[in-house]
């Protein structure tokens, strides 16, 4: 017994030494984005969590043996970047076997990294180019050609999807996937056909139609998931991305979870992602909720991995209508109701301002049974918000997920809205006034590149990859309140601003030391900013000093 009270008292002390933490950063430019956006010079993790941060005096005295000492050589060092609205999980499954563009240059460029995968790549296997680049980032400002990648792909056959409406494939991928004629691509695709009348290898088509084509390529087995999930979350914190907001997407059904579901299982995360269930079924929307959500309650989860709802196609009548039918809204209301009753976030893709309104009269609706106030409903994309669009947000406490679409879409925008509409897309600035939250992101990977510091850059300078620009000062943030926006404005999404964000004692040390001085550097080398170090709940999850 003596014996046992003599452990416990040594136990009982063991804490004090527990006590040191085991990564101090010192000699740095730490910007904690805190209330007062302060500067520190080190700081201090253990375990998973920031415990000080200040003077390199202050911090000093904590380190202890076995504490590791990182000297930044007067590097900046940022709160993790968290994407408020990324279809990260369905990118990451094919990671691993498709070949990315994401910030090619050239087609010869982008012919190259086929090739490299042509190397590499068992014969035969498809090389499957998914979207993320626009002909307008190309010097040659087209798409290659139908024999230009014949000639990459070798003996492989080759797709190359762009956004959701055109897609180029190899006279192989053709004949793999049994394609003559346009009734071959359901629903709506139509082959293209040159002045002779000959087909030149792209096929365009709707949404559903190059989804549904798309859905034909062979999917990458379980184990290609795995890996894939984990290559995709380490490519995001080479870029100091920590955290993710997850729509879903097109096809995104249980299945496709698995994988992530492994790795967060084996521990083994490097990004935190909060996710939402897409609609999948048409028709039987709400009847899917109810099942699916049976024993999964909202927020269930831990900080890596949670459950925060359902979104973006809440239900397919309204996804991306303008002016959806009576049934369609009425479908709409009784989902909205019941996730209100449930206390679940929502989040629905919405385009344009002139039709918001379908949206927000039903919130409005809603919200009289069941209050919506703190359940952090989302409207994602809204380009062209406006400001009555925005006070209605706020009275309702309905957030903006905003991304840097005009990035690859500025010139076609421009042609829709007109030069004058355009000095104010997106209002950020009118946004902050209003106190809405935003929450800024990239919509990657099929639409656009996941890179965050392309869509910083854009923010704060509104160039498209084509190098025009139109957007006026008045909606153009400081770099503190677009990195805001991208760290705890992303984290009030996944209801985790108390948690990640800011770089402040008792949070999750989630946070990325930068290769440049974002705050200093002028505004065109902030695209090219990557991490040199980035650390996710105190582990280093990246590294390279
Ligand atoms: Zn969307």
Not at 198 to 218: D, K, M, V, W
Request: charged share 25%; net charge neutral.
């Amino acid at each position: 017994m003596k014996r046992m009270l003599w452990l416990a008292c040594v136990l009982a002390s063991a804490p004090a030494l527990a006590q040191a933490p085991d990564i101090v950063l010192v000699n740095g430019r730490i910007n904690t984005l805190d209330a007062k956006a302060s500067v520190a010079e080190a700081l201090a993790i253990r375990g998973e969590r920031i415990v000080a941060v200040g003077s390199f005096a202050k911090v000093r005295p904590l380190i202890a043996k076995a504490t590791r000492v990182i000297d930044l050589h007067g590097r900046t060092v940022v709160p993790g970047l968290i994407d408020s609205h990324m279809h990260a999980i369905r990118a990451a499954l094919s990671f691993s076997t498709e070949v990315n563009w994401i910030g090619t240059k050239s087609i010869a460029e982008a012919l190259a990294r086929l090739r490299d995968a042509a190397k590499t790549r068992k014969s035969g296997d498809w090389l499957i180019v998914a979207g993320g680049w626009t002909p307008e980032q190309l010097a040659e400002k087209r798409a290659p050609t139908q024999a230009e990648l014949a000639e990459a792909g070798g003996d492989h056959p080759v797709y190359v999807q762009l956004f959701y409406r055109w897609a180029m494939l190899t006279p192989k991928a053709f004949e793999q996937l049994g394609i003559k004629e346009d009734k071959d691509v359901p629903p709506a695709g139509k082959l293209d056909r040159d002045e002779r009348g000959a087909h030149t290898g792209g096929i365009s088509g709707n949404t559903p139609t190059i989804t549904a084509l798309f859905a034909r390529l062979p999917k990458p087995t379980f184990d290609e998931q795995v890996e894939g999930t984990k290559k995709f979350f380490s490519e995001l914190n080479r870029l100091g991305l920590t955290g993710v907001i997850d729509p879903g997407g097109f096809g995104m059904s249980p299945p496709d979870y698995q994988a992530l579901f492994k790795i967060w299982k084996d521990g083994d995360l490097s990004l935190r992602v909060a996710y939402t269930i897409f609609a999948q079924g048409r028709g039987k929307e709400l009847d899917d909720y109810k099942n699916l959500t049976q024993l999964l309650p909202m927020g269930f989860g831990d900080s890596w991995l949670r459950f925060n709802g359902i979104g973006e196609n809440v239900a397919w009548g309204v996804y991306n209508n303008d002016n959806p039918s009576d049934a369609a809204r009425q479908q709409f209301t009784e989902i909205c109701k019941w996730a209100a009753s449930q206390k679940m976030a929502l989040n629905i893709h919405w385009h344009n301002d002139s039709s918001a309104g379908v949206v927000l009269d039903i919130f409005d609706r809603v919200n009289q049974e069941h209050s919506i106030k703190d359940l952090r409903w989302t409207i994602a994309h809204l380009e062209d918000a406006s400001e009555p669009t925005l006070k209605r947000m706020k009275t309702l406490g309905v957030g903006w997920a905003l991304q840097d679409a005009g990035y690859f879409e500025g010139e076609q925008q421009l042609k829709e809205k007109g030069a004058e509409a355009m000095k104010r897309i997106p209002r950020m600035n009118s946004a902050m006034y209003i106190g809405v939250h935003v929450g800024a992101g990239t919509d990657a990977h099929r639409v656009m590149s996941y890179n965050p510091w392309v869509a910083l850059r854009w923010m704060l300078d509104g160039k498209t990859v084509g190098g025009q620009s139109w957007r006026g000062a008045e909606e153009t943030p400081t770099r503190v309140n677009a990195l805001r926006m991208y760290t705890q404005g992303s984290a009030w999404f996944a209801f985790a601003e108390k948690e990640r964000g800011s770089l402040e004692v008792g949070k999750l040390a989630d946070l990325a030391v930068l290769s440049k001085d974002y705050f200093k550097v002028p505004v065109e080398e902030i695209g090219e900013i990557e991490a040199v170090i980035t650390v996710v709940g105190g582990r280093i999850a990246y590294e390279k000093l």
